[in-house]
């Protein structure tokens, strides 16, 4: 099992920055691939960005590209989405995700492990 608390959501204004922390608990979490995904009321939970097991290799969704940025410390066992530039359509629950694997994937049901999310909201 692993355990997954994300933390640092919040209300900015459009243009701000917030950066959000996950950290793990349970297993090895240089083991897992990690992922943030979010979901807008009304709407399905949409990939975000992943990172390899070494940080080596990211992935980001073309809506957050160039804005957003995810990085791991292992010796931490956190993973963070620094997110730069927000929009008001980036208003959502914000989610970390654990994939025991080693390949990068954007579908959230191959991931094993959610946290409870963490709400992030950005007035216009």
């Known amino acids: 099992q692993v355990q997954l608390v994300e933390s640092g959501g919040g209300l900015v204004q459009a243009g701000g920055s917030l950066r959000l922390s996950c950290v793990a608990s349970?297993?090895?979490?240089?083991?897992?691939?990690m992922g943030w995904f979010r979901q807008a009321p009304g709407k399905e939970r949409e990939f975000v960005a992943a990172i390899s097991r070494t940080g080596g290799s990211t992935y980001y969704a073309d809506s957050v590209k160039g804005r957003f940025t995810i990085s791991r410390d292992n010796a931490k066992n956190t993973v963070y989405l620094q997110m730069n530039s927000l929009k008001p359509q980036d208003s959502a629950v914000y989610y970390c995700?654990?994939?025991?694997?080693?390949?990068?994937?954007?579908?959230?049901?191959?991931?094993?492990?959610w946290g409870q999310g963490t709400q992030v909201t950005i007035s216009s």
């Open positions: 995700a654990a994939r025991s694997s080693t390949i990068i994937t954007t579908t959230p049901n191959a991931y094993d492990y």
């Open positions: 349970g297993r090895t979490f240089s083991m897992f691939v």
